[in-house]
């Protein structure tokens, strides 16, 4: 039996008209689609905006940890979506040259924290959510892009503008609208583009039959791990797709992109150059990719205030802590972000200012310091990936061979792993327990926002506002 016990299902609120929000969800991504489950599990109205014409998720793989699939499970997701995911056995620390440094062992941790990692392509998870929101109610709009937003006198309401004139009015909207977020501008009122980092991501996908056929290459596919590549200035993470159908790649390399670019088509052979002098295994793979992406990686800094003084505005995922892909954590902490707004939300008694600005501020108080700090670690990763050969390079293979012994140790009383640290570790494998998993991957996000809720209760006693 699992440490710690899978987590239970959320059931639809029952929610008399008098506290039922009309909420506005600007944005179909992943985030977007699971603040709307998240806000319809709680009882309220939800339509969702979406610019683009048609609802889709463009992107290649992605990796869903612990923390986010128990979010995934509790929204009654597992049947649908586990049948489209991969469950790794490893993660693997490897030198450029292909030396083996660590590993982290990715099932004994699912087992202690009773949640799996679970690898993707976005667009499978993107169905689903996509399909659940519908079924829970969720009205979606294409073609519909927010210009601005319109605030009522006497401030209960506010009104999505879009660029064709029409005007939405809404109890509450959420600005969910990625990392080129113009919600997030609307609420600073000024310009504000995302800050480039340095590095650029290729990402490409090869067909596992392609890699099959290659006696040194069919191990990939057929015993699925997640495999880092770390080196001088750049690095590169694979993992296999859709249960062994499709092989993920991306490679991390300095930016040579054009300062207003954010997507671009890659050079194929630029890019097998850049990893010419590399294990020879990572340039058999990269033969096998006809075409390629280049994608900027850029962050969001967190706001001061990620909610407008009106309680009817406020902002989730990459449109306000947007991080480097390092952590594998960016959609994590969007599907964090819905569920813990979605939580706060369902506490609601009226639909007054004074409960929205209340309930808006216990969702921020919970994601704000958590969002920081992956943000933050992600800009540690990308230096401790791109370290160049020498002293500090085999410090660093020296802390990854010792906290992978010491991993080892844990997995003998496995319940050590399911309790929460408060600080980030000095472990370069970063999902390890003395990295940043004792705080990231054993999260109670529902025992956070009640232990915060009944905190900022007890501060506004004075002021009763429930």
């Not at 006198?153 to 064709?164: F, K, N, Q, R």
């Not at 410090?395 to 408060?422: Q, W, Y």
Request: proline fraction near 5%; glycine fraction near 8%; charge should be negative.
């Amino acid at each position: 039996m699992s440490p710690r016990s899978p987590p239970e299902i959320w059931q639809k609120t029952s929610r008399d008209p008098s506290s039922q929000l009309q909420v506005i969800i600007v944005g179909a991504g992943l985030g977007g689609l699971g603040a709307a489950i998240a806000i319809l599990l709680a009882g309220h109205n939800v339509t969702v905006l979406e610019s683009a014409s048609e609802i889709g998720e463009i992107g290649a793989g992605i990796q869903v940890l612990p923390n986010s699939s128990r979010i995934l499970i509790s929204w009654g997701l597992e049947d649908r979506i586990s049948k489209h995911a991969t469950m790794p056995r490893y993660a693997n620390m490897i030198g450029w040259k292909g030396n083996h440094l660590s590993r982290m062992d990715l099932h004994a941790y699912a087992d202690a924290l009773g949640t799996p990692f679970w690898d993707f392509h976005r667009a499978n998870l993107h169905r689903c959510l996509l399909d659940r929101a519908i079924e829970l109610g969720a009205k979606l709009h294409v073609r519909s892009r927010v210009q601005t937003i319109e605030y009522a006198e006497d401030g209960l309401t506010a009104a999505a503008v879009l660029s064709d004139g029409r005007s939405m009015p809404a109890d509450l909207i959420v600005g969910a609208d990625g990392i080129s977020s113009r919600l997030r501008e609307l609420l600073l009122r000024k310009p504000d583009p995302p800050q480039p980092t340095g590095d650029l991501a290729y990402r490409l996908i090869i067909n596992a039959e392609d890699m099959l056929a290659d006696p040194e290459l069919r191990h990939f596919i057929q015993d699925p791990q997640v495999n880092y590549w770390i080196g001088p200035d750049a690095h590169a993470v694979n993992y296999v797709l859709r249960g062994g159908q499709l092989f993920n790649m991306v490679l991390l390399v300095p930016d040579d992109m054009p300062a207003a670019s954010m997507t671009v088509d890659g050079n194929v052979e630029e890019m097998q150059a850049l990893y010419k002098d590399w294990d020879p295994r990572i340039g058999k793979i990269l033969k096998l990719c006809q075409s390629v992406q280049k994608w900027k990686l850029c962050i969001r800094p967190t706001l001061d205030r990620w909610t407008h003084k009106s309680g009817s505005f406020t902002l989730l995922g990459d449109a306000v802590h947007a991080t480097l892909p390092y952590l594998a954590s960016g959609c994590g902490m969007a599907l964090e972000d819905g569920a813990a707004l979605g939580l706060c939300l369902s506490k609601l008694t009226d639909k007054s200012r004074e409960q929205k600005l209340f309930a808006l501020g216990v969702y921020e108080e919970c994601r704000k310091e958590r969002t920081e700090r992956v943000v933050e670690r992600g800009n540690f990763q990308q230096y401790m990936y791109h370290i160049h050969d020498g002293e500090e390079q085999r410090e660093r293979d020296k802390r990854l061979h010792m906290f992978g012994e010491i991993d080892e140790r844990l997995f003998k009383t496995p319940e050590v792993l399911t309790k929460p640290r408060a600080g980030s570790g000095d472990d370069p494998l970063p999902w390890r327990y003395y990295g940043v998993g004792g705080w990231l991957l054993t999260y109670d996000l529902e025992k956070d926002v009640e232990t915060r809720w009944e905190q900022a209760r007890a501060g506004a006693q004075a002021r009763p506002l429930l």
